[in-house]
């Protein structure tokens, strides 16, 4: 049944994409959040991510390359890590950086001070 849907064995598909595709997601949220670059451009770096993701759930495990269904769920996967990642490193720095104007406000926002 999920491998119909994914377009591979769950086990590989959830060990790929969620610990090994996840964690370079992750890493690429922060690195754009540290750059501050802006956030759409999280989007077309999770898709590559998913492109490699599907690759080699094809190469190593015999998965369906040209799964449109596993593509887009491992792109929404990878896509949300990356904006987790990238939101809060940003409110990070953003209290960091400029601690007389913003306070935190929870893990992924800021406020003004008073």
Do not use: K
């Not at 670059?37 to 190469?59: H, I």
């Not at 990642?85 to 007389?100: G, S």
């Amino acid at each position: 049944m999920t491998e119909s849907v994914v377009g591979a064995a769950l086990t590989p598909f959830l060990v790929l994409t969620v610990v090994l595709f996840g964690s370079a997601a992750l890493a690429t949220g922060r690195a754009l959040a540290r750059q501050w670059r802006p956030m759409w451009q999280t989007v077309p770096y999770a898709l590559l991510l998913a492109l490699g993701d599907r690759f080699l759930l094809y190469a190593l495990f015999h998965g369906e390359l040209l799964s449109a269904r596993g593509y887009a769920i491992a792109a929404a996967i990878l896509l949300g890590l990356c904006l987790v990642a990238y939101r809060a490193t940003l409110a990070r720095r953003m209290v960091r950086q400029y601690p007389w104007l913003y306070a935190p406000a929870g893990p992924f926002g800021w406020r003004r001070r008073a």
